[in-house]
């Protein structure tokens, strides 16, 4: 083994101890989520007529402790010097997630009480802090990147909402982060990452092209994930390799929980291309059908923490049913959409 091959096996092991910290912390939340519900709601939140956006910006200086953080901005007012880029990124796409719930779905926040948004830039003491973005239970964190494979984390719509999706999962389903529940979470956060993205930029079905993270995964030919072709988003990559999402149901990949979580990032793939089937067979906006029925069902008390594929397989059935009608082409296209994923 050579002195580069040291330095990246030490690398990816760090990456995975931070990631292991932060995701427990997640956890954590997410275990006595009823208490932290009723923390977090603001007293004012009861009272409020109308709900608009609480968010706040902050550059934490690339260190980890939030507590040395400035805070930059702060429901449209500049409070501390000039907005950079990371900034300017954060501030748009913040506010695109949260203008995509309340506006399309009536949410007010993630917790739909108000939750004030807390974004961290310029995250992290080492480049394995840095190769990321975490909602970790109460806030979002940021890095920079490494500059080599990733970019700013601040880069893509799709992260920041996939990111802050997971909030919103965290107060409905609280689907565990193992196996196919946990596969589940993170293509519910693909799901209405691309939707809050494609909204933002006014793209149909058909426009967009379905990637996840075009941008935080440096190269023009490569992004983090596809919805539209999971497996091929980045090939023969330099450092990665090539994309190991599979589409459908016959190439799921049976891991150990040791290895993410049994495979939440990689499995997460064939529910994603369930939706896009089923969006691209609806036409027009994906938000406005395929994403109501993913909705509901991610919000249904019916989704059990740890749901399989295939209950969420009929969950989003019965609602396409329920909402549009038994035989109508939303319903149709839902089950084709499972049907593509072989779940």
């Not at 970790?136 to 500059?147: F, I, P, R, S, V």
């Not at 079905?205 to 440096?218: A, D, P, R």
């Given at each position: 083994?050579?002195?580069?091959?040291?330095?990246?096996?030490?690398?990816?092991?760090?990456?995975?101890?931070?990631?292991?910290?932060?995701?427990?912390?997640?956890?954590?939340?997410?275990?006595?989520?009823?208490?932290?519900?009723?923390?977090?709601?603001?007293?004012?939140?009861?009272?409020?007529?109308?709900?608009?956006?609480?968010?706040?910006?902050y550059?934490?200086?690339?260190?980890?402790?939030?507590a040395?953080?400035?805070?930059?901005?702060k429901?449209?007012?500049?409070?501390?010097?000039?907005?950079?880029?990371?900034?300017?990124?954060?501030?748009?796409?913040?506010?695109?997630?949260?203008?995509?719930?309340?506006?399309?779905?009536?949410?007010?926040?993630?917790?739909?009480?108000?939750?004030?948004?807390?974004?961290?830039?310029?995250?992290?003491?080492?480049?394995?802090?840095?190769?990321?973005?975490?909602?970790?239970?109460?806030?979002?964190?940021?890095?920079?990147?490494?500059?080599?494979?990733?970019?700013?984390?601040?880069?893509?719509?799709?992260?920041?909402?996939?990111e802050?999706?997971?909030?919103?999962?965290q107060?409905?389903?609280?689907?565990?982060?193992?196996?196919?529940?946990?596969?589940?979470?993170?293509?519910?956060?693909?799901v209405?990452?691309?939707?809050?993205?494609q909204?933002?930029?006014?793209?149909?079905?058909?426009?967009?092209?379905?990637?996840?993270?075009?941008?935080?995964?440096?190269?023009?030919?490569?992004?983090?994930?596809?919805?539209?072709?999971?497996?091929?988003?980045?090939?023969?990559?330099?450092?990665?390799?090539?994309?190991?999402?599979?589409?459908?149901?016959?190439?799921?990949?049976?891991?150990?929980?040791?290895?993410?979580?049994?495979?939440?990032?990689?499995?997460?793939?064939?529910?994603?291309?369930?939706?896009?089937?089923?969006?691209?067979?609806?036409?027009?906006?994906?938000?406005?059908?395929?994403?109501?029925?993913?909705?509901?069902?991610?919000?249904?008390?019916?989704?059990?923490?740890?749901?399989?594929?295939?209950?969420?397989?009929?969950?989003?059935?019965?609602?396409?049913a329920?909402?549009?009608?038994?035989?109508?082409?939303?319903?149709?296209?839902?089950?084709?959409?499972?049907?593509?994923?072989?779940?």
């Amino acid at each position: 083994m050579t002195n580069d091959d040291t330095d990246e096996a030490k690398s990816a092991l760090e990456s995975q101890k931070f990631s292991s910290k932060i995701r427990a912390k997640r956890e954590f939340i997410t275990s006595h989520i009823k208490t932290y519900a009723n923390l977090m709601i603001p007293k004012e939140a009861k009272a409020a007529k109308k709900p608009s956006l609480n968010m706040e910006v902050y550059d934490i200086h690339h260190n980890t402790d939030t507590a040395l953080a400035t805070l930059l901005w702060k429901n449209g007012k500049v409070e501390n010097g000039k907005l950079d880029k990371d900034a300017k990124n954060v501030i748009k796409a913040g506010k695109g997630t949260w203008d995509f719930y309340y506006e399309v779905f009536g949410r007010n926040s993630l917790n739909k009480m108000g939750l004030l948004l807390k974004h961290y830039i310029h995250y992290g003491k080492t480049q394995e802090d840095m190769d990321n973005a975490f909602w970790d239970g109460e806030a979002m964190l940021y890095g920079d990147g490494d500059a080599k494979i990733f970019g700013s984390f601040t880069s893509d719509i799709d992260i920041i909402g996939h990111e802050l999706t997971h909030g919103v999962t965290q107060f409905e389903s609280n689907l565990e982060y193992i196996n196919q529940s946990g596969a589940l979470n993170e293509s519910l956060s693909d799901v209405f990452g691309i939707m809050i993205k494609q909204r933002m930029m006014k793209q149909d079905v058909i426009k967009s092209n379905w990637l996840i993270g075009e941008n935080v995964l440096l190269g023009n030919q490569y992004a983090l994930r596809s919805l539209k072709a999971p497996g091929t988003a980045f090939v023969n990559h330099p450092e990665l390799g090539t994309d190991p999402q599979p589409a459908t149901m016959d190439h799921f990949k049976h891991l150990p929980v040791s290895i993410d979580g049994g495979g939440v990032h990689y499995n997460s793939g064939i529910p994603n291309f369930a939706f896009y089937v089923t969006a691209f067979n609806i036409g027009g906006f994906s938000w406005e059908k395929a994403g109501r029925i993913w909705y509901e069902a991610m919000c249904d008390r019916a989704l059990k923490t740890d749901a399989t594929f295939e209950q969420f397989k009929a969950l989003t059935i019965k609602k396409a049913a329920t909402l549009f009608g038994a035989g109508s082409k939303e319903h149709k296209a839902t089950q084709q959409g499972w049907k593509e994923a072989k779940v």
